[in-house]
């Protein structure tokens, strides 16, 4: 072989050599730059995740805190009326007491009456 083949040869061989690392060099800046673009892209979607997220929780907190705040409404109406409720109870049983007193006294004197009219046999 004769020495400006080889001399060819091998400049070739470079050339190719440098042109390979350039578009290698090329290659790896592009998938680079399309890493870094994704991670931005990864991180901005995140962060509105978060966003969402931290929206959500407040929002549930909130809807939380009213139906706290119902329930404790409703407890406490339940609470009035079943307070009310006895109390109209113990109205109507004194109510009744009564009126069954004055029964019973209408009753005895009644009774009284009617053995003032026969006397005795004895």
């Given at each position: 072989?004769r020495?400006?083949?080889l001399?060819?040869?091998?400049?070739t061989?470079?050339?190719?050599m440098?042109?390979?690392e350039?578009?290698?060099?090329?290659?790896?800046?592009?998938l680079?730059t399309?890493?870094?673009?994704?991670?931005?892209?990864?991180n901005?979607?995140?962060?509105g995740?978060?966003?969402?997220?931290?929206?959500?929780?407040t929002?549930?907190?909130g809807?939380?805190?009213?139906?706290?705040?119902r329930?404790?409404?409703?407890?406490t109406?339940?609470?009035?009326s079943w307070?009310?409720?006895?109390?109209s109870?113990?109205?109507?049983q004194?109510?009744?007491?009564?009126?069954?007193k004055?029964?019973?006294?209408?009753l005895r004197?009644?009774?009284?009456?009617?053995?003032?009219?026969h006397?005795?046999?004895?």
């Open positions: 072989m020495r400006a083949d001399a060819e040869r091998i400049d061989g470079e050339h190719r440098d042109s390979m350039q578009r290698l060099d090329a290659s790896f800046n592009a680079s399309q890493i870094l673009q994704s991670r931005r892209e990864t901005d979607a995140i962060l995740l978060r966003s969402e997220f931290s929206t959500m929780r929002n549930v907190s809807e939380f805190s009213a139906m706290r705040g329930f404790e409404s409703l407890e109406a339940m609470v009035d307070t009310h409720f006895e109390n109870i113990a109205a109507s004194g109510d009744t007491r009564r009126y069954m004055v029964l019973y006294e209408e004197s009644q009774i009284k009456l009617l053995n003032e009219g006397p005795s046999s004895s």
